[in-house]
């Protein structure tokens, strides 16, 4: 109705929100309420708690709602349906938990709610990226030269990262791909090993480049190109490695590879999503030797180092290379006095992501990341022990964070897998690893302690039991 000043008393509420902070304060009690519990509930949520996700099934609202009432109903139908990921005892797939005080982080500066793309539009996001970048740098052993870009995760760093190879492989052929696009481009041949992450042929597929046009190596048992089978290099081929085969965990020749790469001028992409912090340990640094040699990497932030999601990192030795890829202008980019981040995402607006990093990167410290890298590991191998003893067959070596299992048959794997997730003891994921149906297990949070690994692998060996005896 005209005239009616429904809308100021509509803002007027919302101040009221905000000064009162009773709201806030109401969230905050949810939350410490959910943490109390995370560590003893279930780990995946109970056939009720799904079943009660039908309570945000409705209409869409005609006017505006109680606030209270909205947390009320999250709290109440949204806690008890989550993935105890914040626990112990999850290991599915390779996530990972929160870094207490990047948790706190993230609470502060959402009230901040900056906008990363310019330093103009938040001088303290633009300072901690630079902060964040240089530390990364000194942490992988990476040369002044690199840049980093600030991405949702490692889907998008590898996008970026072979966005920038592609641009620098074009350009050195007189192709300006922002303005020619691929029609007509010169050839580009992509190598990868046939374990390659999904979201590599995700990024050839965006890039125009297609999974027609990779020479696909195979690997060997753990999932490493074999080196021998590469084929000759040129200055026209982007070959992407891994730190960290996501099921066995296990890393590419990283520096004998890249030796014979930057003698052919040919590029290449280091996928190290959970993998690269290796490096950050010094019982397991020499797994991602040669990383310094690569031109560009990727890594999550959200999986081995535990920020909170969604936190990616691309890392780039040609900065002019990434940064006409993301901004995908045909002029020249001019660089400010300051660092903008937005010339090395292809995001423009982005949350403040690396202020969590940053806090994490404070928080730890050398020792820490260390600590934290090697704790996992140790987990991992304790892990391992405890499985073998109890009879289940271990496919991998574990040389990081990820065991790759298996039972006497596919049948009794996979139903041995169902038992144990519907326990709620533990979570676990299935895969498949050399043709055969396997349990992949992931120890990624450092909430994770010893006996959190005895009770996971107690709580396989009941549910392995209640398969054979059926
Ligand atoms: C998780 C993962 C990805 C994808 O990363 P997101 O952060 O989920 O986008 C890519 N490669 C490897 C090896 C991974 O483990």
Redesign the pocket.
Known sequence: MRGSNMDEDQQKKMLDEMVSKVIFNRAKSYAFDYADNVLDRTVFPTPEALQNLQYFTEDFPKSPGDALEILAQLHQYGSPATVSQTGGRYFG??NGGVVPVALATRWLTDFWDQNAALHIISPVAAKLEEVCETWLKQLFGLSETFVAGFV???????FAGLAAGRYRILQNQNWDVNRKGMNGAPEIRVVAGREA????TKALALLGIGTDNVAWVDTDEQGRIIPALMPILDDRTIIVL?A???NSGAFDAIDEICNKANVANAWVHV?????LWAAGSAQLRHLTGGIEKANSL?V?G??TLNTPY?C?IVLCADKQALAQAMQASGSYITYGEHRDGMLYTPEMSRRARAVELWAVLKYLGRAGVDALVSGLHARALQMQDELKSAGFQILNDVVFNQIVICCESDAITQASLSAVQQSGECWMGGSVWRGRAVIRISICSWVTTANDVTRAVNALIKARAAVTSR
């Not at 949702?152 to 590898?158: D, F, P």
Request: charged share 15%.
């Open positions: 797939f390779v949702s995760g490692s889907s998008t760093a590898i992450h999904g979201t590599v891994q960290g085969n996501v996928d190290g999503a959970f993998g990727s999550d959200h999986k969604d990616g």
